[in-house]
């Protein structure tokens, strides 16, 4: 690609979405001898979609909070992506994505600067963005929220604060792989 296109910096990036919804996440906490912990335990079926977007070189990231996953939400990610990993569109950035209908749809509208590369079916190990989804899924650990609304203000803090801290996520999302063909 680079031959191909000289006049262009090319750009490994990786995409993955989680659905996050209401169901509980429990982690492990100390707790006196004795005392029992207490956990928040209602399930509800309601969920939001997070569409994240990684650099595992230097672990750069964009999370998108969607309603829903299908191919109209996923060319919307796609078109913000593009507008915010190149804004100059000087890059030609490849996106290692799964092989979830919504990428393999016809009707998918990719932008010009974004080539999307599949990874084999049934590996989610190749994927970059995959550890990214412990980190996003943190502020939600040991808490219940009522509703969708309740869940989405920390949802956002969290994503955010991911995105101003690319440190913390270049660790877990930086596959020894993905490091050497991003030079």
Known sequence: MRRDRPDKA??????DEARLGLKPIARR?????????????RTKYEWLY????????DGRNLELILPSANTDWMSAALAEFARWADPGDEKL????VDNAGWHLAGRLKVPPNVVLHRLPPCTPELQPAEPLWLLVREFAANRGFADLDAMQEPLVGRCEWLIHHPEAVRGPV????????DR
């Open 174 to 181: 930086g596959f020894h792989w993905a490091l050497t063909i």
């Open 10 to 15: 090319v750009e490994l990036w990786a995409e």
């Open 50 to 57: 997070v569409d994240g977007f990684v650099r595992p070189v």
């Open 93 to 96: 950035l490849v996106l290692l």
């Open 29 to 41: 906490v100390w707790s006196p001898r004795g005392v029992r912990p207490t956990a928040h335990g």
